[in-house]
Nanobody, 124 residues
């Protein structure tokens, strides 16, 4: 059973930073892609960032480009999302998700496994 555990969420003032982590366990994939998504109240879940196993493909959502950075540590089966210059509109529950292979899709439906989410709240 694949398990994804996110951590690092919290409350931060606008302009501040947070780093989210997602640890994957229980899988037998030789390689996988991990994506970060977020969902604000009353809104659809949206793509934030994604990275392929070897880091060859890295994608960001338009609203976070230049502020967020996704990175990976394959030895630890961990992916990180460094979030800088946070804005109140970044407030959401952030989820990590994985899929087999090396493609990095932006669609929620393309990912097979999801974490439980971690809350990020950015105050004015």
């Amino acid at each position: 059973q694949v398990q994804l555990v996110e951590s690092g969420g919290g409350l931060v003032q606008a302009g501040g930073s947070l780093r989210l982590s997602c640890v994957a366990s229980g899988h037998t994939f030789s390689s996988y892609t991990m994506g970060w998504f977020r969902q604000a109240p009353g809104k659809e879940r949206e793509f934030v960032a994604g990275v392929s196993w070897f880091g060859i493909t890295v994608l960001y959502g338009d609203s976070v480009k230049g502020r967020f950075t996704i990175s990976r540590d394959n030895a630890k089966n961990t992916r990180y999302l460094q979030m800088n210059s946070l804005k109140p509109e970044d407030t959401a529950v952030y989820y990590c998700a994985v899929r087999r292979g090396t493609v990095v899709p932006r669609s929620v439906g393309e990912y097979d496994y999801w974490g439980q989410g971690t809350q990020v709240t950015v105050s004015q």
